[in-house]
């Protein structure tokens, strides 16, 4: 072995390794590696999932949060602080992003009356289909029918 040199990896392989740290993208971190553009379109999905490739890259994330030292209770503690400390203009930002951390939002779509039928007869068609001769295809049908109904 020479050098720094890894078992298992090419110089290649390590320079893409390296070159994906850059901004994460495969088949850019592939060109900069040396591999063709043609080339690097196909086998960049595949050079992640090598598991001695993943390994490095892995090595090299891990390293670079250490020196950052940027963890999730590290950020969570900084827009805590923003969130609830007097005056700050960021403070509603900050809120948003804790509340949806901690999943305090859910986003919904409201379907009126007027979308609504025509909404419930499209995934009644959807479960007919797709659920063919299914025990359960009448009694899903019938509960989507239920919730389009405005009695």
């Known amino acids: 072995m020479t050098g720094g040199r890894k078992p298992g990896l090419t110089d290649k392989q390590r320079a893409f390794a390296v070159e994906y740290l850059v901004d994460l993208n495969a088949t850019q971190a592939a060109i900069r590696a040396g591999y063709s553009p043609s080339w690097a379109v196909k086998c ?18 891990d390293a670079r949060k ?10 969570i503690g900084e827009l805590a602080d923003i969130a609830f400390s007097a005056g700050r203009r960021d403070k509603v930002k900050a809120l948003e992003l804790l509340g949806k951390y901690l999943r305090l939002f859910v986003d919904r779509m409201e379907v009126t009356h007027e979308f609504g039928e025509q ?4 995934l009644v068609g959807a479960v007919c289909r797709v659920c063919g001769d299914c025990p359960r295809r009448n009694q899903i049908a019938d509960e989507l029918e239920k919730v389009g109904r405005t009695d």
Do not use: D, N
């Not at 909404?119 to 499209?122: D, E, G």
């Open 119 to 122: 909404v419930v007869a499209l």
């Open 44 to 61: 960049a999905a595949k050079l992640l999932q090598k598991p001695h490739i993943a390994a490095e890259i892995q090595r090299g994330m």
């Open 66 to 75: 250490k020196r950052a030292q940027v963890t999730a209770e590290s950020v």
